[in-house]
């Protein structure tokens, strides 16, 4: 099965050598379950991104991060390997992989693929032989540990997807540490061979002609090797980030099941292993309620770790005030003044922000232009372009263990998981011509891609204006940056990169404001994507409109 693309136009490029292009990027998460089927099976593949690759270039974006794709018995949906150099079945073959980067590259488009290294499938070779004695060759690789005198788990530490983060087995009469499922064993990293073997995985793919690596949970890798117990949090610190209010797991300091410093002596492995490719970068996903941004400093500090991290400032729920964004803003700049962030507002791991915040189609381009406008990399997630909303998915087709565990408090993260909608008159959505995994929202139906391609005012064609004014900017993706103004409907910043100057101020609410230029020659920028005019003696700044000036002509 093959496909026209939605733009009229043929997108051509190549890749331009540039090992700082990572600086600015524009990165677009595909999650390849739920991107495009080729074969009617109902889940995306591989061959599924190509045929729609014309699309993500029309988007401007510099480069693509697929989720997970790797041999698994998929109880995470891919995030359970067990086999971290072959391509699952359902999703194609190497030859596929082979092809996605070959035509990508073509487009001018970079491939980050998402390493999963801080825990296997529990079917993956090296934990089916670990759990065999306690005396084989990988016996160490995993986390073990003998119960307690009275036969409970070594400590109180905790799974993200509820209950107990320790796993009894009966093979070798101890407990195993899984932070996910319990099909999820974690790596033991202070064992020097697993260092290595996963350092062989990243190596692998990096010789197969990949751009740079996702790091999931990448401040979960080392443990506490005295298995000490996480102290409880205060009642008014039982809140989360990164995981539901119902699940017990916020209640604890998770002061020594993750984010030890022994993982940064690994990340700099790491990135040794890196510099020996060209155009290489990584992003780590921080986890961490208590420590995120100190941590995200401390894995990006100087260039001998990650090319920079993200945490869950703004994937969270407090709305983005300007007074919010600048509480962000400054904290990062306090603790990593000299690391490089990547701010995303969406992914596959939570409530899509068009709902989480309530957003209408105005404000979703008013953030948009926030997002692309901070200091730092952005990431965007598939359907985020066509301002898809959260998707409402039935408890009988749930897929996600963790919303099956905890429904219905919390439903899951398959609302922000089914089925991209292409066209609007075509049987789910053209997305597969089989029964898709999750089922295709109604509520996406009007927002297919095809529908709005001929609309110029569409949230699609909005998003494509944005990036490539973006792109056209080098102000915007690597200036130094400074707030001017930071109210709860209000945001305004100064840019500046070599010997231009940018001031743009954000308009965060419906109600129209004066906004005074500052003082110098200021000159509003008519090729930026909002129509803002000047009446002489200020700006008259409509409802969800930014301002975006230069200085001098």
Not at 57 to 62: G, I, K, M, R, Y
Not at 161 to 183: C, I, K, P, V
Not at 333 to 353: E, I, M, Y
Not at 408 to 422: A, E, L
Request: proline content about 5%; charged content about 25%; some cysteine.
């Amino acid at each position: 099965m093959s496909f026209v693309d939605i733009r009229p136009e043929e997108t051509s490029s190549t890749l331009v050598t540039d090992p700082d292009w990572w600086r600015g990027a524009v990165i677009y998460q595909i999650y390849p379950r739920s991107f495009q089927d080729s074969n009617g099976d109902g889940v995306g593949d591989l061959s599924g991104i190509i045929d729609r690759l014309p699309h993500v270039a029309s988007l401007n974006v510099d480069a693509i991060w697929i989720s997970p794709f790797f041999t698994s018995p998929m109880l995470d949906y891919g995030y359970d390997v067990s086999d971290y150099c072959d391509v699952d079945p359902m999703f194609g073959t190497m030859a596929d992989f082979d092809r996605l980067v070959e035509r990508a590259h073509e487009l001018g488009i970079r491939i980050i693929i998402d390493l999963v290294l801080s825990h296997t499938s529990d079917k993956h070779p090296w934990f089916v032989e670990s759990r065999v004695s306690r005396d084989n060759a990988r016996a160490n690789w995993y986390v073990w540990a003998d119960a307690k005198p009275d036969g409970t788990p070594p400590n109180n530490w905790l799974s993200i997807f509820g209950g107990s983060a320790w796993e009894w087995d009966t093979s070798r009469m101890q407990y195993y540490l899984h932070n996910f499922l319990r099909e999820q064993p974690d790596l033991n990293f202070h064992e020097p061979t697993v260092q290595d073997a996963l350092l062989d995985v990243a190596r692998f793919w990096l010789e197969r002609g990949v751009d740079g690596f996702r790091l999931d949970t990448v401040n979960f890798y080392t443990h506490d090797k005295e298995l000490r117990d996480n102290p409880a949090l205060p009642e008014d610190q039982k809140q989360s980030e990164i995981a539901p209010s119902v699940n017990p797991y916020t209640w604890q300091e998770h002061k020594f099941s993750k984010s030890q410093p022994e993982n940064i002596v690994f990340l700099e492995k790491l990135r040794v292993v890196m510099n020996e490719f060209t155009d290489i970068t990584s992003v780590g996903e921080v986890g961490d309620d208590q420590q995120g941004l100190q941590i995200q400093a401390e894995y990006t500090q100087g260039t001998e770790r990650l090319h920079m991290c993200y945490g869950f400032d703004f994937l969270s729920a407090p709305y983005p005030s300007g007074s919010r964004v600048a509480e962000v803003l400054n904290r990062f700049d306090a603790l990593a003044k000299d690391s490089w962030a990547c701010w995303a507002f969406s992914n596959h791991d939570v409530t899509r922000h068009t709902s989480r915040w309530a957003l209408s189609e105005e404000a979703q381009k008013a953030y948009l232009a926030l997002l692309l406008s901070l200091r730092g990399s952005a990431c965007l997630y598939q359907g985020e372009e066509l301002g898809l909303p959260e998707a409402d998915v039935a408890f009988e087709d749930l897929q996600d263990p963790y919303g099956i565990q905890f429904w219905p408090k919390y439903k899951g993260r398959d609302g922000c998981r089914t089925p991209m909608v292409w066209s609007s008159n075509a049987e789910h959505g053209g997305f597969s011509s089989g029964k898709p995994w999750l089922p295709v929202s109604e509520t996406h139906a009007a927002k297919s891609a095809d529908a709005q391609a001929a609309d110029a005012e569409s949230m699609l064609n909005f998003y494509r204006r944005m990036i490539a004014y973006r792109k056209a900017q080098p102000v915007l993706g690597k200036g130094t940056f400074e707030i001017v103004a930071a109210e709860e409907e209000y945001f305004a910043i100064r840019r500046e990169f070599g010997d231009t100057a940018m001031f743009v101020a954000f308009n965060l609410s419906d109600t129209a404001r004066e906004v005074a230029l500052p003082e110098g020659n200021w000159t509003i920028d008519r090729s930026a994507p909002f129509d803002v005019e000047d009446n002489g003696e200020g700006v008259q700044l409509p409802g969800w409109h930014v301002l975006f000036a230069h200085e001098g002509g």
